[in-house]
């Protein structure tokens, strides 16, 4: 336990890490001050300033510090200055979840009753193909799961993201929304070329994908202590379909693909393909991160045999 | 001993592949120099042949003397995404393959595809925008591979491109224009989409496609004033550099 250095508190200068200026100076401030409690004494200074858009970095540039530091562990007690980034209008990592899954679960369901203004007014009374029936089904049910597990399975590393990336993510997601229901949900919609086997088939190969990725998510919840933001290696548990981690370390997003995959041969729709590959990329970006940090992190103990996301390929 | 010869064998190797690189670029540059020299005088021979207004707003006889060339060069301007790929020269891919990708459409996704756009007007200013510009880049770029850069031609590099750029998109636009007015109505505009049903369910209207086209115009006024910025650093015309 290290001795409590009361006596030598000190006036800390919070200086600007992008040009130069002072953004403020916090007096009284003790050695042994976390960064966290740094940042609710700024947010009462600067009201605008809430936590969660403060950084700081002990250098003008350099790697920002964690919240769980103390002054004296960063030298600031002596240097008595600390630099401070404004990381932005930040929105809470649930808010942006359900905002850029509800979108598409409405939205695809406005097509899906075919209004008038996007189909012309002889369009609702048309008949429906079952296959079209199924996409709607499955869209809603995917991103009802998405919603679900967001509000309860799923732990975050950190409470915000930049207000930025909301706009970002919802035209993607709300954009290609559009894309897939207009086609599927069109009166003109061709019902898959093999018939009723290809639509079994692909809403198989759907449910099974997305009960996979679910299992994951619950594996992966269960992983991570509460609260904390403690890493582990994640194995298969007693669940069969967890066995993917034995050969990609982010079967998550395997199980995804596969999900989309299923959609697309269900529905026979070429932006629903599209779709797919466009999430495909993306996950295999952020699943080759997480592949790297978890080998950095345990580079002894990581199984070699895991790919990062497409068993022995990727 | 040995390992000298390596090092040795590997510089000597460098060089020699910068040698090739320095002249295959000469080429390179040399070619569409005089290509868009070429697209230019067919073009100024072609306009000045004209004898009524008509005539000119839609350009008779424009694109097929000019056609073949300008596909060739204007296409051939891909390998500069590869030449930046691979560090034969110093930008950003991504940055030219974007200015590249507008032009390449114009040529083939507008003018080509739809030909009643070439009756337009719009051709003529924007080839004729893009031919000057092209002649001065490659011929700066083919003198600037031995060091050389007359102060003229830098002049010209980046002073011609404030009546050049406003007068090619301009005529860009014009041409898109033109297409979209030939492909409005529904006969003519079912030849050019992909229309439902089909197989795949997926559809394609040209015409609205052509409208997401023109709303990329809209970042003209940035692009426009970023090349002020550079003109500014490069030709050293901001007043905070003048010391007294």
Redesign the interface.
């Known amino acids: 336990m290290s001795a409590k250095n009361q006596g030598n508190t000190f006036r800390l200068e919070v200086l600007k890490a992008r040009g130069n200026g002072v953004l403020t100076s916090i007096d009284n401030i003790s050695p042994d001050t976390t960064i966290a409690e740094l940042k609710k004494r700024v947010a009462q200074q600067k009201s605008q300033l809430y936590p969660d858009r403060q950084s700081y970095r002990a250098e003008p540039t350099g790697k920002s510090v964690k919240d769980t530091q103390k002054l004296s562990e960063l030298n600031v007690d002596k240097t008595k200055k600390i630099y401070f980034k404004d990381l932005g209008p930040q929105i809470g990592w649930s808010t942006v979840f359900v905002a850029e899954y509800a979108g598409p679960l409405f939205m695809y369901l406005l097509f899906y009753i075919r209004p008038s203004f996007i189909y012309g007014s002889s369009a609702g009374s048309k008949p429906m193909h079952f296959a079209a029936h199924l996409g709607a089904a499955c869209w809603t049910f995917h991103y009802a799961k998405r919603i679900l597990e967001t509000l309860f399975v799923h732990r975050f590393s950190h409470s915000t993201m930049p207000l930025f990336n909301l706009f970002k993510n919802c035209s993607y997601y709300w954009g290609f929304t559009a894309l897939v229901s207009y086609?599927?949900n069109?009166p003109?919609?061709?019902p898959p070329?093999f018939g009723y086997a290809q639509i079994y088939l692909g809403l198989a190969i759907f449910i099974l994908n997305e009960i996979g990725n679910l299992s994951i998510h619950l594996l992966l919840r269960d992983l991570r202590p509460a609260g904390t933001n403690q890493r582990r290696i994640p194995y298969p548990n007693k669940n069969p379909l967890t066995n993917l981690f034995h050969l990609v370390s982010c079967p998550n997003y395997t199980y995804e693909i596969g999900s989309w995959l299923g959609f697309s041969l269900m529905?026979?729709?070429?932006?629903a393909l599209l779709f797919t590959f466009a999430g495909t990329v993306q996950m295999t970006i952020w699943a080759k991160q997480k592949h790297r940090a978890y080998k950095k992190d345990f580079p002894d103990k990581y199984p070699k045999q895991r790919k990062a996301i497409i068993p022995f390929l990727i | 001993m040995r390992i000298m010869d390596s090092k040795q064998k590997s510089t000597t190797q460098k060089q020699s592949l910068s040698t090739l690189t320095t002249y295959y670029l000469l080429i390179y540059n040399s070619i569409l120099t005089v290509g868009w020299t070429f697209i230019l005088y067919e073009t100024i021979k072609q306009v000045i042949s004209y004898k009524s207004v008509d005539d000119l707003w839609k350009c008779h006889g424009l694109w097929n003397a000019i056609e073949i060339p300008l596909k060739i060069c204007q296409t051939a301007a891909f390998l500069e995404v590869v030449h930046a790929m691979f560090g034969l020269v110093r930008s950003n891919p991504m940055i030219v393959f974007i200015q590249i990708i507008s032009r390449v459409f114009l040529v083939w996704g507008v003018a080509n595809y739809i030909p009643h756009a070439q009756l337009s007007l719009g051709i003529f200013l924007a080839v004729t925008a893009w031919s000057i510009t092209e002649i001065i880049r490659y011929a700066y770029y083919a003198l600037n591979l031995f060091q050389v850069s007359p102060q003229l031609l830098t002049w010209c590099r980046y002073s011609f491109f404030i009546v050049l750029y406003p007068l090619g998109v301009t005529g860009e636009i014009l041409t898109i224009i033109k297409a979209m007015q030939t492909i409005y109505p529904e006969i003519v505009r079912n030849r050019y989409s992909i229309v439902l049903p089909n197989k795949f369910n997926f559809g394609f209207d040209y015409f609205y496609f052509l409208c997401v086209v023109l709303l990329a115009y809209t970042y003209f006024p940035t692009m426009y004033k970023h090349m002020f910025k550079q003109r500014a650093k490069t030709l050293n015309t901001s007043p905070s550099k003048k010391i007294q």
């Open positions: 086609f599927v069109h003109k919609y061709t070329s529905t026979q729709t070429l932006t």
